[in-house]
Structures are given as C-alpha cells and as structure tokens.
C-alpha cells in the first residue's frame, strides 16, 4: 500500500504543475530577437562570492546598463550553479534561450564550455581564466605575472627585514605566474630581500594558510603575498591577530583578485589599524565588458587567447593606497610604463624568472 | 474500507497542495508570481526532450543513493556514509575507466563492478565495527564521509593528475555516455546509467523479497535476539547487509564518473547526493518501486529548479526553501497517514 500511496503523490505533483505550467508558456518561444543579449553561468561561488564570480557579473552589469539593456532573457542575465553538475544544463539553458554571447566564469568549467561548443558551433562562448581551443571560444587569460610583479615591487621597497613570504593556493602553472612575478618584483628593487614560497595545496583551507602565515611571520617576513583564494584568509587573520597582541610591530598582507583592504581592518583600543599592503587586483570585470563590447560590434574574438595586462587595465595594485609611501607608489608608476612599454619582460615561469635574476646582475 | 480509499487518495493529494501553496505563500510574500515560478519549474523538468534527459541523468544516481539507504534500513541500520561510498566509488570507476585499455565488453562492467567494490570496501568498515565491538554505524559512517572526501581529493592530486584538480577523461570503452541517447535528447547528457539504476532497483526487490538470505537480512533487522536464537549469524548479517548497501552507493558513483562527468574532480565539499537519498529513500518508503519514483521527484525538482530564476526571477536561495517545501509535505504525506492510524486505533 506504501507504494501506492507514493506513486499517487508524484503523479499528483506532476499533474498540478502541468495544470499551473498551462498558464505562462507564452515566452518560451525561442524567435530571433533583434537586440544584442548576453549571460553568464557562475561556478559554485555564486555572484557574491566577493572575487571572480562577483567581479564578472559587476562587468556584465556596466556592459548592460551602458548599453540600455534589462536584467532577464532579452538584456543581461546569470545562472548559478549549485554543484559541477550544473554546468552544463546551466550553460545549455543559455544556448537554448538564445543569447547572443555566453560566459563560463572560472577554469571548472573547461570541460562543459569544450563539450558544448563543439556540440552548438555557431553558440559564441567566452571563457575566463582558462583557453579552450575552439573557433567559436574567446578564451580570457589574465597577466597575472605583471600584476604581481608591481606588488613585489611594494614589497621589496617597503620590508624592513629583507626577508618576504609568497603564500600559494595549489602549484598549479597559474599560480605559478603569480609567484614568478612577484618574485621578480622584489628582486628588480631589492636585491638584498629574499622571497620564502609555500604552498598550501588548496584555494580554500584558511587554517592552512594561517599555520603557514604564522611560521613566515615568526621566521622575521614581515610581509606575506597570498595567491590563494580562501586559504589566504588565514593569512589575514594570521596578521591581525599578531597585530592585535603589538600593534607597534609592522607587518603586512598583499591582497589578491580584488581590493582585499577591507580584509586587514583591525580595532585595537579605539585605534584602526590595517594590516593590508595593498593588492593585486585582477579586473576580470573590465574583461567581461571588454569581450562583450567586441562581440556587439561584430568583432567577437571566437578561437584566440586574450590576455589582460597592465595596458588593458586587466591586472593592477588596488585603489586603496593609504598604506604604501609616496616614493614607493612612484616606483611602481615607473615600473608600470617600462613593463608596458616593452622594456621588462616579467617572467611567468620559475625557469624564466632564473634567467630575469641573472639578468639584474 | 471506503473511508480507507477515501484516506489513501485524499492524504497524497492534500500533501502536495500543502507544499505548493506553501511554496505559492512564500513567493507572494517575497514579491514573485508564483505561477510563472512553478510553470518555470515544470518547464525546467519536463518542457522538452532535453530537460527530460537531464532529469533523468540527475534521476539515476538518486535511485541508486536511495535504493543504498534503503538496503540499509530495512535491516536495521542506518548507512549515513552514502555520499563517502559515493565518492569513492566514483574514484574507482574513474581509475579503472583511465588506467586500462579494454574492450567495451569488459572494461565497461569492470569499472562498474570495481566503484560497486569500492563502496562496498568503504561500508565494510562500519559494518565490521558495528559487528564485532558494537560501534554505531551513524558515526562511523559520517566520519568515513570525511575520510573519502579528503582521500579522494588527494589521490586527484597526487596519482591521478600532476597536481592538479582534476583527473584525465575515462576511455571512451568504460563510458556510459551514449551519442544515440544524446542526440534524441537535443544534446542533454543523459546516458545509459538509468538503465542500470533500474536494474538495480529489481535487484533489491529480489535479495530483499524472494531470497533467504534477504529473509534472514531483514529478520536481522527487525530483532536481533530473535535471529540469533533461531540461528542466524548476526554479526555475519550486520556486515553483508552494510557491504550491499555500500556496492549500490559505490554503483552511484560510477554513475557520475561513467556518464555524467567522464572524469572525477577535486571537491571543496559533498556532492549532495548521498545525503539526498535518505531523503529519497524515506519518501520511497524504503521500498524499491517507491524509491524510482522518489527519485523521480528529486531530480525533477533539483532540474526544474535552475529554471526558475531564469525565467520566473525566482531567486536561487527562494527556489531552495520552495523545493524543500514540496518535499517536506510529500515526506510529510507518511506522517499525516501514520497519525490518522493512530487516532483511529485509538478511537476503536
């Protein structure tokens, strides 16, 4: 009898959504619309996930709103996904309701985006922080190499102790780019200092990082760069706790992605103390507008590799700069142009910032 | 006998309503329209041939995560380690599926069998301890949950990537994936796994129903002294029945690694599903044929879903409490008949 009493609970779920789905069919029909749309699907983070995800829809946002679009099917709009299943049924909804151009945010979702484009070749997609090597993909890469390398070059100018911390996520070729960078950064106007890397193997193990944090910073580091997502907000905590027991002891936190100064506010005794550096933002939302924007003037950048660096505004130090001397800032501004202009090359592998090292000498 | 007809109808129906007006409240209240919503969600679940491929895929490891919990309760335990036996089942389909080179024909049933024996090995443990020194399964299973997220992740890094997050594809001779079903699905990625979710769904039935050892496992469950006093061997029993339970989890897994995905990734957290299937197996009343169904509403209701912010404005963190409304009345249906049985015992 159970299984009776069951299988008339589903029949009867379903029969009264087919009673109420009779009602509102009318826009599902999948007619050309004339306007130019967009979309995004987010990867488990969500778009308040405070980095890439957020960062991304932020740019789809300004694209809409500068182009007069709405929120929803005929403007701009986003799917979240709620687990790595969702990917692909996220990403085909999408096709299927016609936008125009869709975003797969975030390397997880290489395998749906390759899947799928080879399925729908006429579907443009664009995918953020991985290449994807399909006609009708515009793969979004980051310099993340030259972002870092300007904060190494705040690290290397400020430290007192020569000595410097580089705190990665997993040792992945990406990360590897930041930790290169940096290291050259520091070493271009420091000499002297020397870089200690670790990696935590994991993008979201705060305890990890702080036991690392904890270890560089009673090694004497007085300033520790984090290239590793949640991990690294060990890495805050680490350096707020150590500031609350002395707040007369100078140590710092870079930030990453984003402005990460909110991160290393501390309150001790009525005083505000901020132990964040600065940080190196990577401006994935600058990115979603910029491929946007190509894509509605009919110069969708489908099967190449576009790499944001410092000319593009794609990498940077943060906004907030209260932290960092004049002269430093000034360095950096110098650093930037010659990086632009082609006068350094940043290395983005271990091999190639061996050969920078033997090139200050 | 009418009045009981009268109850075996109105019960069901009167559950639904409940959660759909519940859900219907609650997107009132939030400022939604609530037609638009559950008309998102049924065009999400079943609006055309490639939605209904995705409720099916995401149908088939629900039933073999329910069919897993189910095993379990019906002789006496309660399996909450589900979703670990679910990843390392997973694992193991995905080893066998990149490390060997096989015809179809073999390498195909052999990745099946190794996640099923992954998973078994994986409840094994409990049962043994449950067994031997009376160790309650409930935490032991939840602890081994952790241990197979964290072994999983590892063993992704260190052997079946070079640390990366993500191990290579399965040869296509382990895959379940199939262009045929695809292709009448407009590209969905249902795959051939239902079919074996299905038979393990009969497979269940029959050890549980039509065998002696199903006889002797469910006497097991109902009283131990009893078994032991009519010579069963009880410990024997405890074990075998986890083993079982863990091989249809372990068979989930290869679902996800077989067909789904074709390969395994590292994971920040649980998947979900294997805490699903206690609810699936609860609403299926445990039973195999219940369970199909159950499993049926789960993925229906987790397919449907991401419709409804697309084209409802729903938002997601509204969708969730709607879908668990639904669900908490369906469960809630069971609830609503046991009390009425009560009050009429009583009443006589």
Redesign the interface.
């Known amino acids: 009898m159970k299984k009776k009493r069951v299988g008339l609970a589903l029949s009867l779920v379903l029969a009264a959504g087919t009673l109420l789905g009779g009602c509102g069919q009318a826009q599902k029909a999948g007619e050309k619309k004339d306007n130019f749309t967009v979309a995004m699907v987010t990867d488990v983070g969500g778009i308040d996930d405070k980095s890439f995800n957020q960062s991304a829809w932020e740019g789809l946002q300004k694209f809409g709103e500068d182009n007069g679009m709405k929120k929803g099917k005929d403007g701009y709009d986003y799917l979240q996904s709620q687990s790595d299943a969702d990917y692909a049924t996220n990403l085909n909804k999408l096709v299927r309701s016609n936008f125009d151009l869709i975003y797969g945010i975030g390397f997880l979702m290489t395998d749906a985006i390759t899947k799928i484009a080879e399925q729908k070749p006429k579907q443009k997609f664009a995918i953020v922080d991985s290449v994807v090597n399909k006609p009708n993909v515009a793969s979004i890469t980051f310099k993340e190499h030259e972002g870092s390398f300007l904060v190494g070059v705040v690290a290397g100018l400020t430290t007192k102790t020569n000595k410097i911390g580089f705190v990665g996520g997993m040792e992945i070729p990406l990360i590897e780019k930041f930790e290169s960078g940096f290291r050259a950064g520091v070493k271009a106007v420091n000499p002297k200092a020397t870089v200690e890397v670790q990696y935590a193997g994991a993008f979201d193990q705060a305890d990890k990082g702080k036991a690392i944090a904890s270890s560089m910073y009673a090694s004497g580091i007085d300033i520790v760069y984090h290239a590793a997502g949640a991990t690294g907000n060990g890495v805050f905590s680490e350096a707020k706790d150590l500031k609350t027991k002395d707040p007369n002891r100078e140590i710092w936190v870079i930030g990453v992605d984003k402005d990460q100064a909110p991160e290393g506010v501390v309150k001790i005794g009525g005083k505000t103390y901020n132990v964040t550096l600065t940080s190196m933002v990577k401006r994935v939302d600058v990115a979603v507008y910029d491929v946007a924007k190509k894509t509605k003037e009919g110069e969708f950048p489908g099967g190449k590799v576009l790499e944001y660096g410092l000319p593009e505004n794609g990498v940077g130090i943060a906004p907030t700069q209260d932290n960092i001397k004049p002269e430093v800032l000034q360095a950096v501004d110098e650093w930037k142009q010659k990086i632009i202009k082609g006068e350094v090359k940043v290395p983005t592998t271990r091999d190639e910032y061996k050969q920078f090292e033997a090139s200050l000498k | 006998m009418n009045s009981t007809r009268f109850t075996?109808?109105f019960?069901?129906?009167f559950?639904?309503?409940l959660g759909?007006i519940a859900g219907s409240i609650v997107m009132i209240v939030s400022g939604y329209n609530p037609?638009?919503g559950?008309?998102a969600?049924?065009?999400?679940a079943?609006?055309d041939s490639?939605y209904i491929g995705?409720t099916i895929r995401?149908t088939t490891p629900y039933i073999l995560a329910g069919l897993a919990v189910a095993f379990a309760f019906r002789t006496g335990l309660f399996n909450i380690g589900v979703e670990g036996q679910l990843i390392v089942g997973w694992l193991a389909s995905v080893w066998v599926g990149v490390s060997f080179d096989l015809p179809k024909v073999i390498h195909l049933p052999l990745a099946v069998l190794a996640a099923a024996a992954a998973g078994a090995l994986w409840a094994f443990i409990p049962g043994f301890l449950k067994a031997r020194f009376k160790v309650h399964e409930v935490i032991i299973t939840i602890m081994m949950n952790y241990i197979a997220l964290h072994v999983t992740n590892a063993i992704i890094?260190s052997v079946l990537s070079d640390?990366?997050?993500?191990s290579a594809k399965i040869h296509e001779s382990a895959s379940l994936q199939s262009e045929f079903l695809q292709s009448i699905t407009d590209?969905?990625?249902l795959h051939y796994g239902i079919i074996i979710a299905l038979i393990g769904a009969v497979v269940m039935w029959f050890l549980l129903e039509k065998t002696t050892k199903g006889y002797e496992l469910r006497a097991v469950g109902f009283n131990q002294h009893a078994s032991r006093y009519a010579g069963m061997n009880v410990p024997r029993n405890i074990i075998l029945a986890m083993v079982i339970s863990g091989a249809f989890a372990g068979v989930a897994g290869a679902m996800?690694g077989l067909g789904?995905?074709g390969?395994i990734?590292v994971k920040?957290g649980f998947?979900?599903v294997g805490f699903d299937g206690i609810a699936v197996a609860l609403?299926?009343?445990n039973?195999a044929?219940?369970i199909i169904?159950?499993a049926?509403?789960f993925g229906?209701l987790k397919?449907g879903a991401?419709?409804m912010?697309?084209?409802a404005?729903v938002p997601?963190e509204l969708v969730d409490i709607v879908i668990a409304l639904?669900i908490f009345f369906?469960a809630s249906?069971?609830l609503i008949?046991l009390l009425l049985s009560r009050f009429k015992k009583e009443g006589k």
């Open positions: 075996n109808f019960v069901p129906v559950a639904v309503l759909v037609i638009a559950y008309s969600l049924l065009y999400g079943f609006g490639y995705e995401q890094r640390k990366g997050f993500k590209y969905s990625t996800e789904t995905f390969n990734s920040a998947t979900g609403i299926g009343s039973n044929f219940g169904l159950s049926l509403l229906a397919v991401l419709e912010p697309s084209s404005d997601t639904i369906v249906s069971y008949r």
